[in-house]
């Protein structure tokens, strides 16, 4: 019996491939892909493109990812019962979800031939997609759990994951960026109104330009799609699923009582409303950010080129992250990384509009981006394990511990889409024109500096309670160990 446990702990120990980590990072790109083009292009494209009035964009952002924010406690929650398949029981949601994921985002990118259901069009879409969307990330958020029972080897495979995804939101911003860049609209001014003989004129060929860039964005959007599928099939026969808590045989709880667990854990509450605050910060300055550089810095040719920026720095110092949390622990760089935004949101605010100084701001700021993808899903782990310590008879709950995190980041997304939107529309937000009124130039700037920090402040006073350090988290880690060869 002790030769057969010390070999099962030797199986469990054992590392993962770095084929494997890679495989796995592959199958985080895809929600980062879509999230990032959503993110940074659909109020604009709503608004600008598809010429909705700003009060029916709002209601489709919010409802949109309140739904989506809805679907994710009860998806988490079917995933713990789904019984044990020869593929695992994460891989075939991923698998089933793909293809008509990927089918309902092409179609929130096309224009409908209507005009009165337009804004039904797009709620129905968009709220089917994150439904679909929700069905595959779910699952392989709680994926993490169960390539390896090392803290290590997890921690390792997030940074791989993390590092992909932020260049999935390269790849998202660069493909939707620079496809429709090349096919501007010119904005509409008021001289170009009031010469009457060249009215007619100037309506044709703004609606064949417009006709362009409505094609942009499908071809756009069907690259993407072809990108999301190609990640799902990496993902699904690169990743072997194990079974690492016994699952086959676990006994399902209800869901009254999994979520009743979940939720009375200290550790997870906190740490979920810390960066719950930190992620509607960070996500009102993304949703908001193409409108600000193009409308109120008034670099309309660049805007897209000055979001790329933005994601390739975080990619580039998302291993500096990863190598930070290892040296003086994850509670420190959430501090540093976080914090690390606050000066460039100020000071793109306060400086005259200078394309130079936006692509120095657009670096740096890039760098925090980073640390708020990476130390999310970095920590999130280790509360689980501390959930599995101290309730060993209560276990497999992973997926609603992810599922109900994902729900207050969407659930922020959407107030933040949602909120934004409508604070536009009061300020006077008229589509198409090459200037906004001082409202919305005033608007915008408080939407992408001064909530944001605000934001980040009560976060990070949030997290001052979260208690788990590296000495808990290495008894954790010892803890476990002795629960797997009993």
Same mark, same amino acid.
């Given at each position: 019996?002790?030769?057969?446990?010390?070999?099962?702990?030797?199986?469990?120990?054992?590392?993962?491939?770095?084929?494997?980590?890679?495989?796995?990072?592959?199958?985080?790109?895809?929600?980062?892909?879509?999230?990032?083009?959503?993110?940074?292009?659909?109020?604009?494209?709503?608004?600008?493109?598809?010429?909705?009035?700003?009060?029916?964009?709002?209601?489709?952002?919010?409802?949109?990812?309140?739904?989506?924010?809805?679907?994710?406690?009860?998806?988490?929650?079917?995933?713990?019962?789904?019984?044990?398949?020869?593929?695992?029981?994460?891989?075939?949601?991923?698998?089933?979800?793909?293809?008509?994921?990927?089918?309902?985002?092409?179609?929130?990118?096309?224009?409908?031939?209507?005009?009165?259901?337009?804004?039904?069009?797009?709620?129905?879409?968009?709220?089917?997609?994150?439904?679909?969307?929700?069905?595959?990330?779910?699952?392989?958020?709680?994926?993490?759990?169960?390539?390896?029972?090392?803290?290590?080897?997890?921690?390792?495979?997030?940074?791989?994951?993390?590092?992909?995804?932020?260049?999935?939101?390269?790849?998202?911003?660069?493909?939707?960026?620079?496809?429709?860049?090349?096919?501007?609209?010119?904005?509409?001014?008021?001289?170009?109104?009031?010469?009457?003989?060249?009215?007619?004129?100037?309506?044709?060929?703004?609606?064949?330009?417009?006709?362009?860039?409505?094609?942009?964005?499908?071809?756009?959007?069907?690259?993407?799609?072809?990108?999301?599928?190609?990640?799902?099939?990496?993902?699904?026969?690169?990743?072997?699923?194990?079974?690492?808590?016994?699952?086959?045989?676990?006994?399902?709880?209800?869901?009254?009582?999994?979520?009743?667990?979940?939720?009375?854990?200290?550790?997870?509450?906190?740490?979920?409303?810390?960066?719950?605050?930190?992620?509607?910060?960070?996500?009102?300055?993304?949703?908001?950010?193409?409108?600000?550089?193009?409308?109120?810095?008034?670099?309309?040719?660049?805007?897209?080129?000055?979001?790329?920026?933005?994601?390739?720095?975080?990619?580039?110092?998302?291993?500096?992250?990863?190598?930070?949390?290892?040296?003086?622990?994850?509670?420190?760089?959430?501090?540093?990384?976080?914090?690390?935004?606050?000066?460039?949101?100020?000071?793109?605010?306060?400086?005259?509009?200078?394309?130079?100084?936006?692509?120095?701001?657009?670096? /740096? !700021?890039?760098? #925090?981006?980073? $640390?708020?993808? +990476? %130390?999310?899903?970095? *920590?999130? @782990?280790?509360?689980?394990?501390?959930?599995?310590?101290?309730?060993?008879?209560?276990?497999?709950?992973?997926?609603?511990?992810?599922?109900?995190?994902?729900?207050?980041?969407?659930?922020?997304?959407?107030?933040?889409?949602?909120?934004?939107?409508?604070?536009?529309?009061?300020?006077?937000?008229?589509?198409?024109?090459?200037?906004?009124?001082?409202?919305?130039?005033?608007?915008?700037?408080?939407?992408?500096? /001064? !909530?944001?920090? #605000?934001?980040? $402040?009560?976060? +990070? %006073?949030?997290?001052? *309670?979260? @208690?788990?350090?590296?000495?808990?988290?290495?008894?954790?880690?010892?803890?476990?160990?002795?629960?797997?060869?009993?």
């Amino acid at each position: 019996m002790l030769g057969t446990g010390i070999f099962f702990q030797e199986l469990q120990m054992e590392t993962l491939t770095v084929w494997s980590k890679v495989c796995f990072a592959i199958g985080g790109a895809p929600y980062q892909i879509t999230g990032s083009a959503l993110g940074f292009f659909l109020q604009i494209f709503l608004l600008d493109v598809a010429l909705l009035d700003p009060l029916n964009a709002s209601v489709i952002l919010f409802v949109g990812r309140a739904w989506d924010a809805v679907t994710d406690p009860t998806v988490g929650f079917l995933v713990s019962r789904t019984p044990w398949t020869r593929h695992g029981r994460m891989m075939p949601w991923i698998l089933i979800s793909t293809t008509p994921a990927v089918m309902c985002y092409f179609l929130i990118w096309v224009v409908p031939p209507i005009e009165q259901g337009k804004m039904w069009w797009y709620l129905l879409f968009y709220c089917l997609f994150q439904t679909l969307q929700t069905c595959f990330h779910v699952p392989y958020s709680a994926l993490t759990m169960f390539i390896s029972t090392e803290q290590k080897e997890r921690d390792s495979a997030t940074a791989y994951r993390m590092t992909v995804e932020v260049l999935g939101t390269v790849v998202g911003t660069a493909i939707q960026g620079q496809i429709v860049g090349m096919a501007n609209i010119p904005c509409i001014n008021s001289t170009s109104l009031t010469n009457s003989s060249h009215h007619s004129m100037h309506g044709n060929n703004s609606q064949i330009l417009l006709d362009s860039k409505r094609r942009a964005y499908m071809i756009a959007s069907a690259v993407i799609s072809l990108i999301c599928v190609l990640c799902a099939v990496v993902l699904f026969f690169g990743v072997t699923e194990q079974d690492s808590d016994g699952l086959k045989a676990q006994k399902h709880v209800s869901f009254r009582r999994g979520l009743r667990l979940v939720m009375s854990h200290g550790p997870y509450v906190k740490l979920v409303l810390a960066f719950l605050f930190t992620s509607l910060a960070f996500m009102l300055m993304e949703g908001n950010f193409a409108l600000f550089i193009k409308y109120t810095l008034g670099f309309r040719e660049d805007f897209q080129n000055i979001l790329l920026v933005i994601m390739l720095s975080a990619t580039l110092t998302i291993p500096m992250w990863q190598w930070f949390l290892c040296r003086f622990g994850k509670k420190t760089a959430v501090y540093i990384g976080i914090t690390w935004a606050v000066p460039f949101m100020i000071v793109v605010v306060c400086v005259n509009s200078n394309l130079f100084v936006s692509y120095i701001v657009s670096v /740096a !700021a890039g760098a #925090s981006v980073a $640390a708020a993808f +990476l %130390l999310p899903w970095s *920590m999130l @782990p280790d509360v689980v394990d501390d959930f599995k310590v101290q309730n060993p008879t209560s276990q497999g709950h992973e997926a609603i511990f992810y599922s109900f995190y994902v729900f207050f980041t969407k659930f922020a997304s959407g107030v933040s889409l949602g909120v934004s939107t409508l604070a536009l529309s009061f300020a006077g937000y008229v589509p198409g024109v090459c200037v906004q009124s001082d409202s919305v130039n005033l608007t915008l700037k408080m939407l992408v500096s /001064a !909530a944001p920090v #605000s934001l980040i $402040a009560l976060g +990070l %006073l949030i997290f001052k *309670m979260y @208690p788990i350090n590296e000495e808990r988290r290495q008894y954790n880690n010892k803890q476990l160990q002795l629960l797997l060869l009993q």
